[in-house]
């Protein structure tokens, strides 16, 4: 558990994290983006579900709607909340227009960053651990030298800012490039000895068959055909990841269990490294075909005992994925 801030030390988790995951299988979360666009849309401050709205912002002006998903996701039987902080980085900010320089721009960020922490340490107590969400930047391919090392000072600024507002640990997602999961791992095993998350994202690249997995996106001039599972994997792990795993990706169930068995399975995974799956439950995604016929939620629910049978420590969902799935997660969990 990392240390926090004096004043919050009363306001954490009885058990320090990798403990509670060593003690039984546990469940994370689902997505942030999807609930926060419907609760906005509802009430009327976005005029349409959109994309293009900024969930970082959020933390700031609607901070109520933000704590109302991470209470909805507690109350289903989540037991770790990543704070919404997916996009709340400097370039995040400067894409938005929302600041003029990068040193303007990390200070917007170390706000959005800050307030989004206290929001789901609030919403967890000492209940439920809080995980600070750090995702890809992305183009690490064509970043060299200096901008690599500016990339390196961010997800630094960023761990250290959620560090102190209170997170227990930190995981690092959507990345398809070993190189920024080096970084991104290192910059947080720097800020603090807490435990560090990394989950990937990885692709069938034989559709539709099964088989070829490997990480979703490289920039063409490198490797147009990804890294595979073991190379991202021991990318993570020489790096200080504490747990790794998969996360997001245009996958179904089965695609998810079989990249769940190589991780277990891969030779640059120390057996005392669990593993996490977050599967994507986006409707624009191949749909979640292996149970035809059921609904999401009670789909992903037959597959929550195969995947923690298999070895699978730690699952939640990613984008599109409710409140709503996590209870029946939770449900088939409990009755494992
Ligand atoms: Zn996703």
Redesign the pocket.
Known sequence: MGQCSPGLTNNMPPLPLLERIARAPILCDG?MKTQLMERSFERGLIPEREMSFSTGYWNVEHPEIVEAVHRDYLEAGAELILTNTFKAGVYHVMRLGRASSLAAAASESDRLLEAATQIARRACGNDAWVLADIGSIGQMSEMHGGERSLLREEFVRQARVMHDAGADALIIE?VWEPIEMVLAVEAAKSVADWPVIATPVFANWSYPDRGDYRTHRVAPEIDSAGVTIDEMIRAAVDAGADVVGA???VLDLADYTEIAGRILESPNRPEHIPVMI?P?G?ETARPLDAEQGRSRPEALATWVPRLFDLGVRVLGG??GTTPQDIRAMAGAASRE
């Open positions: 997505a959507y996360h997001c990706g977050q994507n986006s990613c984008c």
